[in-house]
Nanobody, 120 residues
Framework: QLQASGGGLVQAGGSLRLSCAAS????????MGWFRQAPGKERDVVAA????????YYADSVKGRFTISRDNAKNTVYLQMNSLKPEDTAVYYC???????????????WGQGTLVTVSS
């Protein structure tokens, strides 16, 4: 089970850190991803990280602004979001899977989503 938190309302240029806490003893064996879905749009990958944290992926739209990380001792994955833009407004979901893929179908476990709203 995955529980995402940390969303909220922030002004453009601001920062937020999302957290995703996982229950169970196998968290460290899973790749994790953050996805987002804006109203009327598809759910797209934002960032992904492999089981050890040694390999990461970022969508072009967030490179240099967002950082994904994980703490396997705390069963938690994070998404640090800096220099936020209004176009980053979306519901953000964390997901767990066998590989740090970019497609939502590659992930088996999903959190409930947390809303991020960036005002201009």
């Amino acid at each position: 089970q995955l529980q995402a938190s940390g969303g909220g309302l922030v002004q453009a240029g601001g920062s937020l850190r999302l957290s995703c806490a996982a229950s169970g003893r196998t968290f460290s064996s899973y790749a994790m991803g953050w996805f987002r879905q804006a109203p009327g749009k598809e759910r797209d990958v934002v960032a992904a990280i492999n089981w050890s944290g040694g390999s990461t992926y970022y969508a072009d739209s967030v490179k240099g602004r967002f950082t994904i990380s994980r703490d396997n001792a705390k069963n938690t994955v994070y998404l640090q979001m800096n220099s936020l833009k209004p176009e980053d407004t979306a519901v953000y979901y964390c997901a767990g899977g066998r590989h740090p893929g970019v497609g939502s179908t590659e992930y088996s476990y999903w959190g409930q989503g947390t809303l991020v709203t960036v005002s201009s």
